[in-house]
């Protein structure tokens, strides 16, 4: 079998387009060059999607945790302790056993021109169950760094805006905001690439992989186990990761650039190329 | 196990939970608790001494060596720590296996590598298929923690190599006016002083440590994860003493409970070192000492 059929095959089998039955014997060095490549599909939707709608609610957070009103900043407080105190490997397994319990309910959601039905069960699936877990979890983690930065604001920036006259919304969305962007971007990518290295996590943790269509891991520990020969399988899974934390680095490097556009290039600071392993 | 367990049927109430939880399964629960913190206990260590290792070596002057620092710093910078738990003890177990086929048993020639299968002959295999069952645990565990201490080495030489460039070039260089020898100044003024930069970096890197240990589980080890499972799954009055539903929702928020704990002694433990190291440094740190000593 050529490289080029494996890959029509493959290619999008983890997302059920393609070949269903995996290779058994003599699996070739390209199968796992495909395969664990298909799975990262997984890995991408999942980083992609809990750091979109994290970064919104972690902004939330760290705003419930600077606010003088208790019945914000506790709860705020809490949910930072709980998901930064505990393992994400200890969330997962606790999630999915939650989510088993649940009442299996429906529920439908009228847009209009369609109706979607959203029934609980689909949380015990990995592809929104484990995706309500990461969020959750780097919101805790980001909400934490932007709390950090909320507190770094300089206080001048904000008399500033006052003598404008800037009020509420005003001034949160021109002033405090692209501040406490500014001074957490560097952390923020990091906690990005962790994010990222964290989905590795999912389909080896409790949510079990429907007809095999798992992410990169579970191609790679498939592998691992049908050839006893860890010494291919896991540096592919390793380069791919590497090639998508670039990436990463790449598109965040872009944000900074532009969150500092203001600035000197020769005062800019430099996105941090080393991430520090702060998590 | 009290004496009025013997007929689990009979109990009810208060008794039938003092006889529950004391089985022989839950004290193996009980038991793998420690087994955390043994895992703990061995790779804070280990990992501290790799982290030296590699700073020093990343630091060195004589390019191989500073070039193998290099490399074993960066090597968990774009890849997920779990790949390298999950690579270097299936990494290092065959590395042994091979090693002793090479010596226990040169009459076998042939490839180890046959086609899907790694063989070696049966007097190379670790632990040796006679050995009892606690010596393979321990050998899984003891591969694991291997693993463990070689990836969060490489994270703590990232620090400790961060801190130590940390530490004001002034500092050093009245050093060297005073006298002292480049081996003086590391070991009296450049290490001692180090320690405060690299504190907060290495409480964290402790942190993700204790978070990492549940993935001893993926290694095959009878952690507290796998208890966590076995115990709460459901057990039906058939077969065993005391049926119960499934309890695993319960059983995996005790763990979450207990790491909640361990991460919040770690906190107060670490901001009180903080505040020690801070002692006399010129930094916002060392500057609010009074208070820190009060508390």
Redesign the interface.
């Known amino acids: 079998m050529s490289c080029l059929q494996t890959i029509s095959d493959y290619a999008l089998r983890s997302i059920g387009i393609g070949k269903r039955l995996l290779p058994v014997?003599?699996?070739t060095l390209c199968e796992q060059f495909v395969l664990i490549g298909s799975g990262m599909i997984w890995n991408v939707y999942y980083a992609v999607l809990a750091l979109f709608a994290g970064f919104f609610f972690a902004t939330a957070i760290a705003l419930a945790k600077a606010s003088n009103n208790r019945l914000l900043s506790v709860p705020a407080k809490v949910f930072i302790?709980?998901f930064?105190?505990?393992?994400?490997?200890?969330?997962f397994?606790?999630a999915y056993?939650?989510f088993?319990?649940l009442p299996k309910l429906g529920m439908d959601i009228d847009l209009g021109f369609m109706t979607i039905t959203a029934e609980t069960r689909w949380l015990t699936k990995a592809w929104l169950g484990g995706l309500v877990v990461l969020f959750l979890n780097t919101s805790a983690y980001s909400a934490e760094i932007f709390y950090g930065a909320y507190n770094s604001v300089p206080k001048g920036d904000i008399e500033a805006a006052d003598a404008y006259g800037m009020q509420g919304f005003a001034k949160f969305r021109r002033v405090i905001w692209p501040t406490m962007l500014r001074l957490s971007w560097p952390s923020y990518t990091n906690e990005a690439i962790f994010l990222y290295?964290?989905t590795?996590?999912i389909f080896?943790s409790s949510f079990p992989a429907w007809r095999q269509m798992g992410d990169a891991?579970y191609y790679?520990?498939y592998f691992?186990q049908?050839?006893?020969?860890?010494?291919v399988c896991?540096p592919i899974?390793?380069g791919y990761?590497?090639v998508g934390?670039?990436t990463l680095i790449y598109v965040f490097g872009i944000i900074n650039r532009r969150l500092n556009k203001h600035l000197d290039p020769e005062i800019r600071s430099q996105l941090k190329l080393?991430?520090?392993?702060?998590? | 196990m009290m004496g009025f367990c013997a007929d689990p049927a009979t109990v009810e109430g208060v008794k039938w939970w003092m006889c529950y939880l004391t089985t022989n399964t839950h004290i193996s629960f009980y038991k793998s608790f420690l087994v955390v913190l043994a895992l703990l206990a061995l790779t804070a260590p280990l990992a501290m001494l790799l982290g030296f290792a590699g700073a020093l070596a990343r630091r060195s002057g004589i390019f191989p060596v500073s070039l193998i620092g290099h490399t074993y710093t960066s090597m968990?910078?774009?890849?997920?720590?779990?790949?390298f738990f999950?690579?270097i003890p299936?990494?290092m177990d065959?590395a042994f296996e091979l090693t002793r086929h090479k010596i226990l048993c040169p009459e076998v020639i042939g490839p180890v590598?046959q086609?899907?299968?790694?063989v070696v002959c049966t007097a190379a295999k670790l632990p040796l298929s006679t050995a009892d069952a606690w010596v393979h645990t321990t050998y899984g565990f003891f591969l694991a923690a291997f693993g463990f201490a070689i990836v969060f080495g490489a994270?703590a030489a990232?620090?400790i190599d961060?801190a130590l460039s940390a530490v004001p070039k002034a500092q050093l260089e009245t050093a060297a006016a005073y006298g002292m020898t480049k081996r003086q100044t590391f070991w009296q003024i450049h290490l001692p002083q180090m320690w405060g930069f690299a504190l907060p970096?290495l409480s964290?890197?402790w942190m993700?440590l204790?978070?990492?240990?549940?993935?001893l589980?993926?290694l095959g080890v009878e952690d507290v994860?796998y208890w966590?499972?076995a115990l709460?799954k459901t057990k039906t009055a058939a077969y065993f003493d005391y049926p119960h539903g499934?309890w695993?929702?319960g059983y995996?928020?005790m763990?979450?409970v207990f790491?909640?704990f361990v991460?919040?002694v770690s906190e107060n433990f670490l901001s009180r070192m903080q505040a020690k190291f801070n002692t006399g440094q010129a930094t916002i740190g060392g500057k609010k000492l009074p208070q820190g000593i009060a508390r």
């Open positions: 014997e003599d699996i302790f709980v930064r105190g505990s393992p994400l490997f200890i969330q397994f606790l056993e939650a088993v319990f290295h964290a590795a996590l080896v891991m790679a520990r691992a049908k050839t006893f020969n860890p010494f896991y899974i390793a990761f590497i934390t670039l080393r991430p520090n392993f702060m998590r | 968990v910078r774009g890849v997920p720590d779990i790949v999950l690579f299936i990494a065959q590598y086609g899907n299968d790694f994270f990232n620090t961060g970096g964290n890197l993700i204790v978070k990492a240990t549940p993935l589980f993926l994860v966590a499972g709460g499934d695993r929702l995996f928020a763990l979450l790491y909640l991460t919040w």
